[in-house]
């Protein structure tokens, strides 16, 4: 797996598909699908770890979250918290990281 984050509108979608071409597994706007198993009760790390094993070579898009106020709302809180988890154990899983700024991805793992 590949795991491409920053914040939003920085131009991560555009890099990959430029970088990886039309064939790429891509995963775009994962921070999304993190509110989305949260409303479902799901584990978002536990259903990350499922989809590495069953899609070894997607490239993941997420926004990052957590750099910014801390929400007042507590459901928002705990979805800024869940995806920077999520996003911490999709860099262990992955075998690249990039962090996307300006459209310029710079690779930190």
């Known amino acids: 797996m590949k795991l491409y984050f ?8 555009t890099l990959v598909r430029k970088t990886h071409g039309p064939e790429a597994k891509i995963l775009p706007a994962y921070h999304l699908r993190v509110r989305e198993q949260l409303r479902e009760g799901q584990d978002p790390v536990k ?7 069953e899609e070894p070579e997607l ?8 750099c910014g106020i801390v929400p007042a709302e ?7 918290e869940a995806v920077g988890r999520t996003l911490c154990r999709a860099a262990e899983l992955s075998d690249e990281v990039f962090r996307v700024q300006c ?6 793992k």
């Open 47 to 53: 259903e990350l770890e499922r989809l590495v094993k």
């Open 59 to 66: 490239i993941l898009i997420c926004d990052e979250v957590g």
């Open 103 to 108: 459209g310029i991805g710079i690779r930190i």
């Open 6 to 13: 920053g914040g939003a509108w920085q131009g991560k979608e």
């Open 74 to 80: 507590a459901e928002e809180e705990r979805y800024r």
